[in-house]
C-alpha cells in the first residue's frame, strides 16, 4: 500500500490511536522496543519497493524517525501491527493525511504475507476512519504491480477511482491505481460479514 506525499493539516481527519485488537492482532502505538523487528522487517527491498515513503537499506536510524513521526501524529495515526498473545510484530498500517483526504496504508513483513493480516488490519482502520471522523470517503492506493494489495482494498469495499503516479524514495515515478470507499457504501458493507 502506498501512501501520497503531500501532507493536510485538517483537524476534521484527527485521531486518537486507540488500541484496536482484532481476531489475531493487537494494533496499538509503535515503541522503541519495536524497533529490532522493525528494522529486521522493513530492511527488505520487495517491501520498500510497493511505499511511498520507506526508504531501502532500512536500519535502525531510519526505525528511530520512524517512531518519532508516529509520535507527532502530524499527518496521521500509524499502528505497530502484532500478533495476539505473542507480541510479535508483524507491520504497521495507518490513517495518513493526503492531498486528496485521509488514506489508508500498510505494510506487512514478508515471512508475514499471505496470512490475511493485512486485510484484517485494513477492516479495523477503515471503521475506524469512519467511525471517529467526519469523513465522507477514505482513499486507498497500491502500485499496479501488487496484486496482493489490490485484494486487500478489493476485500474492504474499496472502488477503483483511476491511476495516476507516485514518487516513491526506492522506485522512482510508479504508477498507481488508486480506490476510495465513501461512507454510504461502508455503512451498507457494515450490515455484511466481512468478506
Known sequence: MVAEAE??????????????VTERLVMRAPREDDIPQLVELADNRHVAEMLARMPHPYGEAEG????????????GIAYALTLAGTDTFVG????????????????????YWKKGYATEAAHAL????FQK???QVLHA?????NPASRRVIHKCGFQYA????????VAGQVPVERYRLDRKTWTSLRNW???
Open 7 to 20: 501532507d493536510t493539516e485538517d483537524e476534521s481527519y484527527a485521531i486518537d490511536c486507540p488500541v484496536l
Open 64 to 75: 528511530r524517525a520512524f517512531l518519532a513521526m508516529t509520535k507527532s501524529r502530524r499527518s
Open 92 to 111: 504497521c498500517a495507518g490513517l495518513n493525511t493526503t492531498d486528496r483526504g485521509l488514506e489508508l496504508g500498510y505494510w506487512i513483513g514478508e515471512p
Open 126 to 129: 477503515v471503521d475506524l476512519a
Open 133 to 135: 471522523t467526519s469523513i
Open 141 to 145: 492506493s497500491t502500485r499496479v504491480i
Open 162 to 169: 483511476g491511476q495516476g503516479m507516485l514518487n516513491s524514495i
Open 193 to 195: 460479514v466481512h468478506f
